[in-house]
């Protein structure tokens, strides 16, 4: 059977893209200059090409060539939101050597999870989703550190919106529940999540990452 396509499909993503840039900028503006910014800066920028590339993917209509390679692109965004992500937490809530080993693993296993995402493309479920949770779990191991330097409501929100896209990657990996799939699948779902999982963490970074640097 051909596969038809919801009709919803990337289109919260699309709309999510220039809301993106918005607050992207404006955690960059609200951030002191300096390495705080930088990195503030790498995370906005992650943010709204993880978005802003699912939106073209989901939404146009390619050939298939340039549809295998928008997809490559659209799975190896992820791992770089994931390590963008980390940035600016690593940066700014952490300091000396805990700060530069989890930039060290966190963008190393982002650049070998997308390296392994354009390479195998046809890989089986698990070892699509595997890498993203085993890149992001990383931060099970920081919470420790960062729940004296940030508080639990600010790590709460982390760990929260980690979970979030963790639910996200289930849905995903075993594409259920899938409601109306004409419209409004179990696709759509994963987006919804990613979506709710990003405003957590932004907020997190903005309102308890950021007003910690110096």
């Given at each position: 059977?051909?596969?038809?396509?919801?009709?919803?499909?990337?289109?919260?993503h699309e709309l999510a893209f220039p809301v993106s840039?918005?607050?992207?900028?404006?955690?960059?503006?609200?951030?002191?200059?300096?390495?705080?910014?930088?990195?503030?800066?790498?995370?906005?920028?992650?943010?709204?090409?993880?978005?802003?590339?699912?939106?073209?993917?989901?939404?146009?209509?390619w050939s298939a060539r340039a549809r295998a390679w928008l997809r490559r692109l659209d799975h190896a965004t992820i791992f770089l939101l994931i390590a963008g992500t980390f940035t600016p937490i690593a940066t700014i809530a952490l300091s000396g050597w805990l700060s530069t080993a989890t930039l060290a693993v966190v963008w190393g296993g982002a650049l070998l999870g997308s390296l392994l995402t354009t390479l195998w493309t046809n890989a089986p479920v698990a070892v699509e989703v595997g890498p993203y949770l085993a890149v992001g779990g990383f931060g099970v191991v920081l919470l420790p550190r960062l729940v004296a330097n940030l508080g639990l409501v600010g790590v709460g929100l982390l760990a929260l919106g980690g979970a979030v896209y963790v639910a996200g990657a289930?849905?995903?990996?075993?594409?259920r529940?899938?409601?109306?799939?004409?419209?409004?699948?179990?696709?759509?779902?994963?987006?919804?999540?990613?979506l709710a999982a990003a405003l957590l963490q932004w907020i997190a970074i903005t309102q308890w990452v950021l007003p910690t640097a110096v």
């Open positions: 059977m051909a596969f038809v396509r919801p009709r919803l499909r990337g289109v919260l840039l918005f607050g992207g900028g404006w955690a960059i503006l609200h951030a002191p200059a300096g390495t705080a910014r930088a990195a503030t800066a790498v995370y906005a920028a992650t943010l709204s090409a993880c978005l802003g590339v699912s939106a073209l993917y989901h939404r146009g209509r289930f849905i995903y990996a075993f594409q529940p899938n409601p109306w799939p004409r419209t409004f699948g179990f696709h759509e779902i994963f987006h919804t999540l990613v």
